[in-house]
């Protein structure tokens, strides 16, 4: 297998539809194999929200927000 492209942000804001994009169009164009967002003050993900945030190829785990300022999403 060759070297993947693993994908670590500070991301905020991913409640808004536009920063799903955004995410999921650097993921594609990028083609990123591992992904890390941290700070997504996200608290609860549903199968819709995954698919705009990361299309339908990864698989997921994520911890919700509890706060202003925390929750990870690691697919």
């Known amino acids: 297998m060759s070297a993947d ?3 670590i942000w500070n991301v ?3 409640n808004m539809r536009a920063r799903r994009a955004v995410v ?3 993921l594609l164009q990028e083609r990123v194999s591992m992904l ?3 700070e997504t003050k996200v608290d ?3 199968q819709s929200f995954a ?3 990361m299309g339908s190829e990864f698989d997921y785990l994520y911890l919700p ?3 202003p300022s925390t929750g990870v999403i690691v697919a």
């Open 5 to 7: 492209n693993i994908f």
């Open 12 to 14: 905020r804001g991913l």
């Open 24 to 26: 999921c169009e650097f």
């Open 36 to 38: 890390c967002l941290v």
């Open 44 to 46: 609860v993900m549903s």
């Open 51 to 53: 698919a705009d945030l």
């Open 65 to 67: 927000s509890v706060g």
